[in-house]
């Protein structure tokens, strides 16, 4: 290779990564840093140790938003995953009007999570909402609440909105790999007498093996990156019911100004972020060895 | 896309397959078909109602008059086209500026092997799955200060810009646009690169003359997913601005939900404003989106 190549190619990588370092790598760093201090953004950080840590732990709110990503999270791997494997199956095959249908589907994933909010409200809403209006007309006026405001069914409500979005992306995700899914093999467990039930459990399912480790990892992701959603809804009330962990991290270091602590939260989240993408990539290898 | 194959098709339909099977499968996509329209409509009924015919009424019934008043109001009462302005100000350099990025590292892990590289692709690429809240803190700090290189001021405090978002989704954006562009240049035929610098030509020519205008299709695909995620996003704008001549739509709309509490129907429809360009998007470049979705997933 000649001169002129290798400083060409030099510069070529050296750009992109400058900005990705400067933007990215460098501000995850100082974060990690960050998180070992006590910090409220006007002094300088003070050095404490885990400290942040070990308060996280004695924290009720911490916890509090700490269980609802958990909950959030078996949520995320189980709703999207069924529902929209099983409207994708559904969904790719000649059914009249089919492509209308899908359209339906798709734009929900145009639509960012602030409309995704905004949208729900119409469902939410006590005094003219859906859900509230739907009980009232048949009759079920005692169950109808303030789904939002309520401190039983907020955090159910938030999850809900976002896993409308999220179960579209599957679906999608799921009909384009259902056109890798090679029609003889499906046609030969037919004539050996497969009904549809053993044709769906034993021949797609595995199929879409690789496509359904994709929509779990990125329910996942989304699942810990999820703040948008919660701070249009309910900023993670009432009394942080309806918090999770990237709501939490906001509200301690913009609310509360304590930008240790929010830091700390944020590399608790970044941690977790890495084991999902660790275990993606061996998954991802895996699969790619099964199935060429 | 899966147009139409008849998957089951030839094992259920035809064969007798029970009645009641059959009612169960179209009432759950009937019921699904519901869940996923009925909040939409709402909206998009909501936009074109009075204020006090919903107060009256609530929202679930044919609008008395339809009328586009809402769509005036929102456009002249409130900053409505400035955050438009600057959503856009945001998105298409910030679009531009990560493929162009993804294009050159694209170019340089598909056609050479150098100490290290695996390693670099790896750490790029691992950046979709970084929370932005890892970032924040840090970013919200760098940009509320004037920037300095070894003590020279070369940039003034860019809070309050839309340039801190540009510069974060085009570095955050690296990562996928990487990851696709260096997967479609490594299925390129091997020896184009080979046979144009024989010819004389340099790198940079041989990238923008001869591999980019053969990656058309992925660049496509990238422009219409980073527009669609940029143009979405939500949380760098709630974080890096303030006013109104910054802030993009999407804070804007969270802003005014603060403001105007109970004035529902000019909330629909700076709704259904801020969604009509990543609609218009998606149903121009459909086919590209749904690709790009997929192979940005699924291919490592």
Do not use: C
Not at chain 2, 240 to 249: G, N, P, Q, V
């Amino acid at each position: 290779m000649t001169r002129g190549s290798r400083i060409s190619l030099f510069l070529m990588a050296a750009g992109p990564l400058a900005f990705f370092a400067i933007f990215v790598l460098w501000p995850l760093a100082q974060s990690m840093w960050y998180s070992v201090t006590k910090w409220n953004g006007l002094s300088d950080p003070v050095f404490i140790g885990l400290d942040n840590f070990a308060r996280a732990l004695s924290d009720p709110n911490f916890i509090r938003s700490f269980e609802n990503t958990a909950i959030w999270l078996v949520v995320a791997v189980t709703v999207p995953t069924i529902v929209g494997l099983l409207l994708a199956v559904l969904l790719d095959r000649p059914l009249r009007g089919s492509r209308l249908y899908k359209s339906a589907f798709y734009l929900p994933i145009t639509l960012s999570l602030v409309v995704v909010g905004q949208v729900w409200t119409w469902i939410y809403q006590p005094d003219w909402g859906l859900i509230n209006s739907v009980l009232t007309a048949v009759g079920l006026e005692d169950m109808t609440r303030a789904w939002l405001g309520d401190p039983d069914t907020a955090l159910i409500a938030v999850i809900l909105a976002w896993s409308w979005q999220q179960t579209a992306l599957a679906l999608i995700l799921y009909l384009a790999a259902l056109t890798t899914v090679p029609q003889d093999l499906i046609e030969a467990a037919a004539i050996d007498g497969a009904n549809a039930r053993q044709q769906f459990t034993r021949i797609i399912v595995p199929l879409l093996r690789p496509a359904s480790v994709v929509v779990i990892t990125l329910a996942v992701i989304n699942t810990l990156k999820g703040f948008d959603i919660v701070f249009v809804l309910t900023k993670g009330g009432p009394f942080h019911m309806s918090s999770n962990l990237a709501m939490f991290m906001y509200e301690e270091t913009f609310f509360k100004y304590r930008l240790g602590y929010g830091a700390a939260i944020a590399t608790a989240l970044f941690l977790l972020a890495i084991i999902v993408v660790v275990v993606y990539f061996r998954q991802a290898r895996a699969s790619e060895r099964l199935y060429g | 896309m899966a147009s139409a194959r008849g998957m089951t098709s030839n094992a259920d339909d035809g064969r007798g397959r029970p009645l009641h099977r059959s009612f169960v499968l179209h009432g759950f996509i009937l019921a699904m078909l519901v869940i996923y329209a009925a909040p939409i409509i709402g909206v998009i009924l909501t936009s074109v109602m009075t204020n006090s015919e919903i107060a009256a009424r609530g929202v679930w019934h044919i609008p008395e008059s339809a009328a586009l008043q809402n769509f005036a109001d929102v456009w002249n009462d409130t900053p409505t086209p400035r955050y438009l302005v600057n959503s856009f100000m945001v998105t298409i350099p910030a679009t531009f500026l990560s493929v162009l990025g993804g294009v050159m590292l694209g170019y340089v892990f598909s056609q050479f092997k150098f100490p290290f590289a695996e390693l670099l692709f790896l750490v790029v690429i691992a950046g979709m799955f970084f929370p932005p809240q890892a970032m924040l803190i840090p970013l919200f700090r760098m940009f509320n200060s004037p920037m300095e290189i070894f003590g020279f001021q070369v940039l003034p405090a860019l809070y309050d810009t839309v340039y801190p978002m540009i510069l974060i989704h085009m570095s955050i954006g690296l990562a996928i646009t990487t990851l696709l562009m260096r997967n479609f240049m490594s299925a390129l035929p091997s020896g184009l690169r080979e046979a144009a610098i024989v010819d004389g030509a340099g790198e940079w020519s041989v990238l923008f003359r001869i591999i980019v205008p053969l990656s058309l299709p992925a660049l496509a695909v990238l422009a219409t997913l980073q527009f669609t995620w940029i143009w979405n996003d939500f949380l760098w704008p709630l974080v890096l601005t303030r006013s109104e001549e910054a802030k993009t739509i999407m804070a804007g709309i969270s802003a005014l939900q603060g403001q105007y509490n109970v004035a529902w129907a000019n909330q629909a429809a700076m709704a259904v404003i801020a969604s009509i360009p990543t609609i218009v998007i998606f149903i121009a470049f459909q086919r590209y989106f749904i690709a790009g979705l997929t192979m940005g997933s699924v291919k490592e």
